[in-house]
């Protein structure tokens, strides 16, 4: 995955604003990117290089952003909760996965496959699961 053909002004303002809708800080954000606070701050308005390495999870932070908007109908609670709440399949916190690229790319693989099937599950109050649709939910009560 490469942000070839990305503005990187661009592909840094979608990673703006999907750190922010997912949760995290400047300082985490920068952290994620591997560089200090500052060198983010100073890219806003241009962007990193765009074969940087940077780029690169920038743009698998913002596919993966993308999809949670996707499989959750741009449900920003429904995003906090599934990031934040243990996940039976990734065997862990998906927004503890998401400290460098790998971790992105492995949660992006769960939520490619949870959006070929339907879309995303769903916890109640008391902590049951329920599917994305009504078809599935049956499924799952078999």
């Known amino acids: 995955m ?16 999907a750190y922010e809708a997912i949760g995290l800080t400047p300082p985490e954000a920068a952290n994620l990117l591997g560089v200090s606070e500052n060198a983010l701050t ?54 503890t996965v998401c400290h460098n690229l790998a971790g992105i790319i492995y949660v992006t693989d769960y939520l490619e496959d949870l959006h070929s099937g339907g879309g995303m599950p769903f916890v109640d109050i008391k902590g049951h699961i329920h599917a994305a649709n009504d078809d599935e939910e049956r499924t799952m009560r078999r």
């Open 2 to 17: 490469h942000a070839t053909g990305t503005s990187p002004a661009v592909l840094m303002k979608a990673y703006v604003m």
């Open 42 to 95: 100073q890219s806003l308005y241009v962007g990193f290089a765009e074969n940087s390495n940077e780029a690169e999870i920038q743009l698998a932070l913002v596919r993966m952003y993308h999809l949670l908007f996707a499989l959750s109908d741009g449900d920003s609670r429904r995003i906090a909760e599934w990031l934040n709440r243990f996940n039976f399949h990734l065997n862990a916190v998906p927004l």
